[in-house]
């Protein structure tokens, strides 16, 4: 919506104006439109970077995130 607002905004008219303008183009399916794409993009990044992360705690020898502790060896 940001973009089509700096793309198609008309030479002294107010924000407000314009964007009841280009909702009426685009509708209520066009606001929401590439919004499930964009979640399985972000969630794909998200998961990935928090296999990175837990994978290098691992190697280092430090628990995961949310994992426990380990237990001491009792003597």
Same mark, same amino acid.
């Given at each position: 919506?940001?973009?089509?607002? *700096?793309? *198609?905004?008309?030479?002294?008219?107010?924000?407000?104006?314009?964007?009841?303008?280009?909702?009426?183009?685009?509708?209520?399916?066009?606001?929401? *439109?590439? @919004?499930?794409?964009?979640?399985?993009?972000?969630?794909? $990044?998200?998961?990935?970077?928090? $296999?990175?992360?837990?994978? +290098?705690? $691992? +190697?280092?020898? @430090?628990?995961?995130?949310?994992?426990?502790?380990?237990?001491?060896?009792?003597?």
């Amino acid at each position: 919506m940001v973009s089509k607002l *700096n793309a *198609n905004r008309q030479p002294g008219e107010a924000f407000g104006a314009s964007m009841k303008r280009i909702y009426g183009e685009i509708g209520p399916a066009g606001l929401w *439109n590439g @919004l499930p794409v964009r979640i399985v993009m972000i969630g794909t $990044l998200t998961g990935m970077q928090w $296999l990175l992360y837990d994978s +290098f705690k $691992l +190697f280092v020898g @430090l628990p995961t995130t949310g994992g426990l502790a380990p237990e001491e060896e009792k003597k």
